[in-house]
């Protein structure tokens, strides 16, 4: 099966996997991974390590917020038949128009994302959110402008209370 991975905005990788082995834009790597926990793996490259966490998974839209020794990387997968349906202009494009955003839990704002004036698309990363002391990206639901952010880094949030306010 192969796979298009998008990061970084203009970055992409071809991933292909087959009978256990995988190729990294048409090359052959020998990769050793090992589950920790759900969510947290191992991996042995070329002699180097790294730790690999999966910190927000939607399957339906293919992405994916994973951070890699201490450092956050959003990505975005196309199968063949995704690439294939882009080809032909067929491609699911959402125009859903988002929101206002409410906080989903109570929780602590570490990290604001966008600022007042900002396009954003679904999907978009807007802030982080500690809750029980796990880290929570909140993504947009829905595509719109930024019209005010209602809260600043390091606030104490309540549950529903309203963060950014759309247009």
């Known amino acids: 099966m192969k796979y298009k991975v998008f990061y970084k905005d203009d970055k992409s990788h071809e991933i292909e996997l087959e009978n256990n082995k995988i190729k990294i834009d048409g090359k052959s790597t020998d990769i050793d991974l090992v589950k920790l926990l759900d969510n947290k793996f191992h991996i042995?490259?070329?002699?180097?390590?790294?730790?690999?966490?999966?910190?927000?998974?939607?399957?339906?839209?293919?992405?994916?917020?994973?951070?890699?020794?201490?450092?956050?990387?959003?990505?975005?997968l196309q199968t063949e038949l995704d690439i294939l349906?882009?080809?032909?202009?067929?491609?699911?494009?959402?125009?859903?128009?988002?929101?206002?955003v409410k906080a989903p839990m109570p929780g602590l704002v570490l990290e604001i994302l966008v600022e007042a004036g900002q396009s954003i698309n679904k999907g978009d990363n807007l802030l982080i959110l500690e809750a029980m002391k796990m880290e929570n990206i909140i993504k947009a639901s829905g595509n719109g402008v930024v019209k005010n952010i209602n809260v600043k880094k390091k606030d104490a949030v309540e549950k529903n209370q309203l963060l950014i306010e759309m247009e």
């Open 44 to 76: 042995l490259q070329n002699h180097k390590s790294y730790n690999m966490e999966v910190i927000h998974a939607d399957y339906n839209l293919k992405r994916f917020s994973i951070r890699v020794n201490n450092n956050i990387y959003d990505l975005n």
């Open 85 to 100: 349906l882009d080809k032909m202009g067929m491609s699911v494009a959402s125009n859903e128009k988002m929101d206002h």
